[in-house]
């Protein structure tokens, strides 16, 4: 299986802190050594950072840990590889282009037979996961419902979430995927957040000795919200039930209801 | 304008060298001083850095100088903004995803009035160059005339030049691109290559105090071509003419008749 982390923040924000705990799980505190990846939107622009070797190893990851990149949205992911070789195009975050925006997607968990279920047209895999394949399914089904962008945002919530309902119906789907405005999250089995906001407080990594006070590194205006397969932390983390679709914009959950 | 560099070799081969020299050219011993990005092919997959920031004073560009990435097709572009604010989704490398491959391109040149005269449906431009436009045209020529892959590589290769030519038209068309597989170029005004192979020699940057012995880093086997918007070394490099559409691939020249 393997480990996903997101960030959704109103303020440009790194993701230092969260990263280094995430990745000493790729082949040290955790088993999930079959690379890894991280994406940082940047105006409409995305930056994706991967590599094939353990991210606790992984010479990439350890600039990116001292190399503060600040976003809105963050997308990371520690692979452990079930579908698909270790190889470059394998590793999550997958990126697509729809409707001028860059779209990221990163998965953790199986879906047993999509790729005989779920045909492909315009969008095409180039690895050989199930994952991409799904990420690619999604865009499709976006592209069929509205080929031109959807006037309102709010339009898209109720169909990427039955898109997401009918991917957990071949396994496990848990996920993250933006388009730099948003933050969607699916939860299959496993998955919580956790929001920052003044007053802020002290953080301490599950993974390693290492303390954060975060008062010293904010203002009270900023609101962050990082979203991970388990909590990274010691502060208290929401866990996401079964089934639950959510969505973070500027740090904020966002909310809809369907009629 | 801007400055490209690129390689082809039957080796995985790191640019380092070549690298460092153009990267002074971006602040330092040259103007293109809003943005550099470097696109490497590793199998299927395709790794992207890109930065905003001067070439000559990148952190990233640092990192990359002194952590050998080896790779068998390799672009890079160092920008000197003219259309489109300085921003990632205007810096080169573009890449976009076509019949299960990535697609790589780098520009040199100004094509006036290109966004009001090529329309474009499925393939939609992030930022607002007219460089990512004249790439998303291309894409979108290919996809009409083959919608699945072309059977034979070599028929997208006239389809390919004729595009070219007709990119040309609108202004100044110096381009990298490549699909992993092939390196393809085009020459409007100024591109200049060099193919190393045995028995090797020196070659000195000419950007840098630098000089490196192939020698001693290569195999009798290896054979690589590195292609520039000028020469980056000593070396006796070949001056491309106007118009000239080249393709390498496995660091060898290919050709192709038209009838």
């Known amino acids: 299986m393997c480990e996903l982390l997101g960030l959704s923040a109103n303020v440009p924000t790194d993701i230092c802190f969260c990263f280094s705990g995430l990745m000493l799980r790729g ?3 955790g088993p999930h050594k079959d690379g890894w990846g991280v994406a940082f939107y940047e105006g409409r622009g995305c930056r994706l950072f991967q590599d094939t070797i353990p991210s606790s190893n992984s010479e990439i990851a350890k600039f990116i840990k001292h190399y503060p990149i600040k976003s809105h949205h ?7 590889a079930n579908i698909g070789k270790i190889c470059l195009e394998n590793t999550h975050p997958f990126v ?3 409707w001028g925006r860059n779209w990221c997607f990163a998965h953790n968990g199986q879906l047993r037979g999509i790729k005989k279920k779920l045909k492909l ?3 095409e895999p180039i690895g050989t996961t ?8 999604i865009l499709e089904q976006f592209h069929k419902k509205f080929p031109k962008p959807p006037k309102k945002e709010t339009d898209l919530w109720p169909v990427l979430k039955k898109l997401c309902d009918d991917l957990a119906e071949y396994g496990v789907f848990n996920m993250l995927l933006s388009d730099s405005h948003h933050l969607y999250a699916h939860c299959s ?7 920052r906001k003044s007053p802020f407080g002290k953080a301490k990594l599950i993974d390693d000795d290492v303390e954060i006070d975060f008062h010293h590194r904010t203002t009270p205006k900023d609101i962050i919200t990082i979203i991970a397969t388990t909590p990274l932390t010691d502060e208290e983390w929401t866990r996401a039930k079964k089934g639950d679709f ?3 914009s500027e ?5 809809f209801t369907t009629i």
């Open 246 to 248: 959510l969505i973070f």
């Open 74 to 80: 963050v997308i990371c992911h520690i692979r452990r």
């Open 96 to 98: 697509r282009q729809l």
């Open 189 to 195: 089995t496993k998955l919580a957040w956790i929001t």
């Open 27 to 29: 082949g040290k505190t």
């Open 121 to 123: 047209q315009h969008f």
């Open 130 to 137: 199930d994952s991409e394949h799904a990420f690619c399914w």
């Open 251 to 255: 740090g904020k959950q966002k909310f």
